[in-house]
């Protein structure tokens, strides 16, 4: 079985929900997580991403605030997950409700191990 990390791509991440719409998010979210696991597929890592701080570092060692306004989309966070295909990982991916938001995307990715085997 290999590791995939699925990283959650929001499409305006300076869009702060109110605090109701996240306490239903977070529990919809906690709800998918617990299908994988009970799978026994959730690695149990993951985190979200703080968006109000945050510094991206560019070729020759500058540094800007950011990445607001640079990018149309921001990285909202991610989770590991247990998969014996990318298309396993995919399927476990469509059922996350970051893609109920409009614009929302899910990046599906291998992880490589230490020696770069997958």
Known sequence: MKEY???FR?????KIASPEQM????EATMNWLNGIA???????KGDGLVFDNAKVVHHNNVVTNGPFGEIKETLGGYV??????INEAVEFAKGSPILGGEGNTIEVRLLA????VH
């Open 38 to 44: 009970a799978k026994g597929k959730f690695e149990g």
């Open 23 to 26: 306490q239903i998010w977070m």
């Open 80 to 85: 590991i997950v247990k998969a014996d295909s």
């Open 10 to 14: 929001h499409q305006d991440g300076s």
């Open 5 to 7: 990390m699925l990283i």
């Open 113 to 116: 191990k230490g020696d770069g």
